[in-house]
């Protein structure tokens, strides 16, 4: 079966939820930039602690490597 990534956008990318998740973990990240913890390229994400993306607190937020921010079960 061939992916179809329209679909897939419509369905899930797109939605309210989506968005407002998207664009908390953004804000995240410009807030490490700003605080000097985050570099442009430099490899890492940044980790929501309580792994809700909507929770920008400096207590919740951290810089971890893509591999074991993005292999921790949620």
């Known amino acids: 079966m ?3 990534y329209r679909d897939e956008y419509d ?3 797109s939605s ?3 968005k407002k998740k998207r664009a908390s973990r953004n804000a995240a990240r410009n807030k490490m930039k700003k605080k000097g ?3 442009k ?3 890492k994400d940044v980790s929501h602690k309580d792994n809700n993306p909507k929770n920008n607190k400096s207590s ?3 810089m971890e490597s893509k591999k074991a921010n993005r292999s921790r079960k949620t």
Request: aromatic share 6%; charged share 45%.
């Open 2 to 4: 061939i992916r179809s």
């Open 11 to 13: 369905d899930y990318h």
């Open 16 to 18: 309210e939820d989506q």
């Open 37 to 39: 913890k985050a570099k």
């Open 41 to 43: 390229g430099d490899g």
């Open 60 to 62: 919740n937020l951290k």
